[in-house]
């Protein structure tokens, strides 16, 4: 069978033209829009609501007494005696626990607070200090411990009062729910509950779908719950996609589904726009089968909208609860909670959600017909090849009117908080190898991963990875090869860093090629560097220095003590040395260094950067299943001047998607599930399929730093048709002829650009997936 072209970033500019019957319906779309509202994932247990306050007041109490001790220094802090200057888009350093200590104080927390047992509050891997197992976790406790999150509502038969002896301030909830419920659910979120909303349902214990027990809430509903397993596998995901209707009304979205994709309605009443004290709610599938208006819904994934009709309020049993809870979803009850003081505890909010889906042009058309969604030009990603595997990802979404000016902190706050601009990219597969291949196959159509923004990504990530650590419990994240920030290279060591400017002392130190060797075979056995040349984050230049010093050769010795300083620097230096290439003096060290050991995506387009994680699946019972995933991400959007003289405005997704990550996260994830295979192969003692799994990791590492220059070529000159593009149209709207031509050139040369770029990367992709075929086959 015949493959597409490898790579090709494809620019939609319309996928639906209406017909003529819909032309009466389109002015009523324009007028209705939307924003993130919540999500809701299906899981196969939820705990009482006390169980997880008792949680939460342990991690609060381990907090506290944490910062009370916040003197006792963490486990090998970084000793830079290089400082660069100061950067506003992290802070100069992370503090890190003190693993062992602080995990002495965990348990001795979770033993108070337990009666002497350690209770669930302290898996037995965090006591012996083992691997963590990422399967089978429930999710609201590694929300709750990993990222700060809380439990801030619930819809479940009972709430059971404060637990006894605790403080109101720790477990406060609100009493009995009474009523015909066969479901479990707790609303979870970060430090502001209007950011993420995270509502997560399971069964109760002997639900039966024959006992008659009907939820008045249908969206609470156990046959909801039946019908997602059925048609997942019976595997938990992410089940519900949910929009708060913020203009127009929600009785359009009915009348336009009701039109053009009657066949998305749900059966029933659930499928009709429901009235709830104030409130309305219409839920409809996401996907067809296959073909639009052809195929039949996919009664899996859901989309609900809610709308909360003008001056109606939260009900809740005291009114100075209504802080702790939105209060969009219907049923849910407020239930207070108490956010820790830890300095990286930071609220999340919503910035896009992606699917894998079997058509993608059907679900973008879908989108347009109903909600008036386009591609975005800017942020397509096109064709993505990682070894064979193959996808098509388009991210469309709504035009927010909302503006921030970006010269103004207030407004950037203002844009971090902002959930009106809605993305959704939209993934499908080409190959039949891959993740998205495999999520299909496996579990059928459906949410891939959930991105949520913060406000300072390394700082977030570094509290996730200690307290992981410190309490066993949390999120461990996608592991990036070293080779994607920098590792130690003979090239460096010959030919010194190449600066970005002056700033940085300028380090041509024209080192022999002999000495550079015996240097960098010094640096492995000492265990300086890894194996692949990656240099131990932990060690300081002081480090380094007595570790070559006592282990360089006699021949070579002379000519690096001569070039010692300079060595060093090169040697420091090459831990981050990719990302320095890409961003120079943007950054500190101390912030590039935190940027590595966390391991955190980092991609430029025009002066904005993104910065990017993703965490291993979630909801998964067996290693190598597919499974969701959540992302985390920081925009740190550029103080510029527009063309009129002003503080241009803050761009919505300023730092786009990472087109190059785009690359990096497919290929990590067939990093990981090779290095996966290599470990199950070599416990198996199955050297054929051990060395065949080690070599697809080192293909697919390879691929990806061969990669990486070609699309930042890519990135940048979308990033400059996207600006030559905006400066042409304000030309136009000012009758200026000449600067329209000027900029309308430009953006051909851009495209030109663009399009080279994007054969160079067909070139690449298609190497390497002969590469993985003939690995395959021989």
Not at 183 to 201: C, Y
Request: net charge negative.
């Amino acid at each position: 069978m015949s493959s597409p072209p490898s790579v090709v970033v494809e620019i939609h500019q319309q996928v639906h033209a209406p017909k003529e019957d819909e032309t009466n319906f389109l002015e009523k779309q324009r007028k209705v829009t939307v924003s993130f509202s919540h999500v809701h994932l299906y899981v196969d247990s939820v705990d009482d609501v006390s169980e997880y306050k008792k949680l939460e007041n342990c991690l609060n109490k381990f907090t506290a007494e944490v910062l009370e001790k916040s003197n006792i220094p963490a486990e090998n802090v970084e000793k830079e005696e290089e400082q660069q200057k100061s950067s506003s888009s992290s802070s100069p350093g992370i503090k890190r626990m003190e693993i062992r200590k602080c995990r002495e104080m965990w348990k001795s927390t979770i033993y108070a607070n337990n009666n002497g047992e350690n209770g669930k509050g302290f898996p037995q891997e965090a006591e012996k200090g083992e691997d963590f197992i990422s399967q089978n976790r429930d999710v609201v406790r590694q929300l709750l411990v990993g990222f700060g999150f809380r439990v801030t509502g619930a819809r479940m038969n009972i709430i059971r009062e404060e637990e006894e002896g605790s403080s109101p301030n720790d477990t406060t909830t609100t009493g009995n729910i009474n009523g015909c419920i066969n479901t479990r659910t707790v609303l979870v979120t970060s430090k502001d509950p209007v950011g993420v909303q995270i509502v997560v349902t399971a069964l109760d214990q002997g639900s039966n779908l024959d006992d008659g027990v009907v939820d008045e809430y249908c969206h609470f509903n156990a046959a909801n719950l039946h019908r997602f397993f059925s048609q997942h596998s019976n595997r938990q995901g992410v089940a519900v996609l949910a929009f708060e209707v913020t203009n127009g009304s929600i009785e359009t979205i009915y009348q336009r589904y009701t039109l053009l994709h009657p066949s998305l309605l749900i059966e029933g009443k659930s499928g009709e726009v429901q009235n709830y004290n104030g409130f309305k709610v219409l839920e409809v599938y996401a996907y067809y089968k296959g073909k639009k208006c052809v195929t039949d819904a996919d009664r899996g994934t859901v989309i609900r909208f809610v709308q909360q009709q003008q001056n109606n309020h939260c009900s809740s049993t005291a009114r100075d609860q209504e802080k702790y809870i939105s209060c969009k979803l219907p049923g849910i009850t407020a239930v207070r909670a108490v956010f820790d003081d830890y300095i990286s505890t930071q609220p999340a909010y919503c910035d896009h959600w992606v699917s894998n889906v079997i058509s993608r042009t059907g679900f973008l058309d879908t989108l347009h017909d109903t909600l008036g969604f386009q591609p975005k030009v800017d942020f397509n990603a096109g064709v993505v090849a990682a070894g064979e595997a193959q996808i098509e990802s388009t991210v469309t979404g709504n035009t927010s009117n909302k503006s921030f000016n970006a010269g103004c902190s207030g407004d950037r706050e203002k844009a971090l908080k902002d959930q009106s601009q809605v993305y959704l990219p939209i993934n499908n597969a080409l190959s039949p190898v891959g993740h998205v291949h495999g999520f299909i196959q496996e579990i059928g159509q459906g949410v891939q991963h959930i991105a949520s923004r913060v406000n300072d990504l390394p700082s977030f990530v570094q509290r996730a990875n200690d307290y992981r650590k410190v309490c066993g419990e949390g999120f461990t994240f996608l592991n990036i090869p070293r080779s994607y920030y920098g590792v130690l290279t003979m090239e460096q060591l010959i030919n010194g860093i190449q600066e970005f400017n002056s700033n940085i002392h300028d380090c041509s130190i024209t080192i022999s090629k002999p000495c550079a060797l015996a240097i960098i075979d010094a640096c492995s056995h000492t265990r300086i560097t890894s194996m692949e040349g990656a240099v131990n984050l932990d060690l300081s230049s002081h480090d380094i220095i007595s570790r070559l010093d006592n282990s360089m050769d006699a021949v070579h010795f002379e000519e690096y003590e001569k070039k010692k300083d300079d060595v060093i620097r090169v040697i420091l230096h090459s831990r981050y040395a990719n990302l320095y290439s890409l961003l120079g003096d943007r950054l500190t060290t101390q912030t590039y260094i935190d940027i590595v050991r966390n391991q955190i995506l980092v991609d430029v387009q025009g002066g904005d950067l993104l910065f990017q994680i993703f965490t291993s699946n979630m909801l998964q019972r067996k290693c190598g299943e597919e499974a969701p995933f959540f992302e985390f991400i920081q925009r740190v959007c550029s103080k510029h001047i527009a063309p009129d003289g002003c503080p241009a405005k803050l761009k919505p997704g300023c730092g786009g998607f990472g087109i190059r990550n785009f690359l990096t996260l497919f290929l990590s994830i067939e990093v990981s599930k090779a290095m996966m295979d290599a470990k199950r192969h070599k416990d198996d003692r199955d050297k054929k399929h051990f060395v065949l799994a080690q070599k697809m990791v080192g293909a697919f590492t390879d691929q990806l730093n061969e990669s990486n220059p070609i699309l930042t070529e890519i990135s940048n000159a979308m990033a400059g048709e996207g600006d030559a593009r905006d400066k042409m149209e304000r030309a136009i709207s000012l009758s200026e002829d000449k600067d329209v031509k000027k900029w309308k050139e430009a953006m051909r040369a851009f495209a030109k650009k663009k399009e080279v770029g994007n054969t160079n990367l067909m070139v690449c992709s298609a190497k390497y997936k002969e590469i993985m075929r003939k690995m395959r086959e021989g």
